[in-house]
Every structure is written in structure tokens, then in C-alpha cells.
């Protein structure tokens, strides 16, 4: 049974830092790209981030470069996303998903299968 959940959402304040960790199980990671979105109230999902099943290639959003940075263990069966310098437009519901490379320049995957339950990030004063 595929399963990815997502933690370590919460509460913070700007400028503060988050690191949401998506645990993924039923499935071998290595051989899947793991991208991770999010959804503010009233705001269409948007692509954050995500990191190859081949090689040490990462996407970011233009906006999040520099701020987040998404990594990997295999071994742990974990997908990464830290998120520093946190922003009043960074709240939203942040979710995990998964997806099959793509070749060369266009290894991000068009679409994903199957995807986390997402975990609240808040960004308050």
C-alpha cells in the first residue's frame, strides 16, 4: 500500500524556519521523483519543489530559491523540505507526492499518483 505522510508543519514567525518531512512506505523511493506542493485558502495548488530519483538534480519554485531546500534518505525512506526565512505568503496546506522521472531537461514529472494528506504550515506574528 502506497503511502506518503506528511509532518512537521506548525506554527511560526516570520523569519522562523520549518522542516516538513514526508515518510513514504509501500513503495521503493529510489525509483521515484518526490515533488512537494501547497495550497493556501482560495489560491490554486502550487509546485514548491522536487528532487530527482536519478541523479542530485532539485527543482524550486522562482519564488522559494534561495529559502527551501529539499533533500532525500533513501534509507530512511524520507523526503526533506526546509523552509527558512519564512514569509506571510508561505501559509499553506504543504503536500508530498510522487512521481516518475521524466528525460533530460524535463525530469520533473507532469504528473503524480499519489500524494500525503499534507501537513498546516502557519506564518504569524
Known amino acids: 500500500q502506497v503511502q506518503l505522510v506528511e509532518s512537521g508543519g506548525g506554527l511560526v514567525q516570520p523569519g522562523e524556519s520549518l522542516r516538513l518531512s514526508c515518510r513514504t512506505s509501500?513503495?521503493?523511493?529510489?525509483?521515484?521523483?518526490i515533488g512537494w506542493f501547497r495550497q493556501a485558502p482560495g489560491k490554486e495548488r502550487e509546485a514548491v519543489s522536487a528532487t530527482s530519483s536519478t541523479t542530485d538534480r532539485t527543482y524550486y519554485a522562482d519564488s522559494l530559491k534561495g529559502r527551501f531546500t529539499i533533500s532525500r534518505d533513501n534509507a530512511k525512506n524520507t523526503v526533506y523540505l526546509q523552509m527558512n526565512s519564512l514569509k506571510p505568503e508561505d501559509p499553506a496546506v504543504y503536500y508530498c507526492?510522487?512521481?516518475?522521472?521524466?528525460?533530460?531537461?524535463?525530469?520533473?514529472?507532469?504528473?503524480?499518483?499519489?500524494w500525503g494528506q499534507g501537513t498546516q504550515v502557519t506564518v504569524s506574528s
Open positions: 509501500g513503495f521503493t523511493l529510489d525509483y521515484y521523483v
Open positions: 507526492t510522487r512521481g516518475i522521472e521524466g528525460t533530460g531537461h524535463n525530469w520533473v514529472p507532469y504528473e503524480y499518483d499519489y
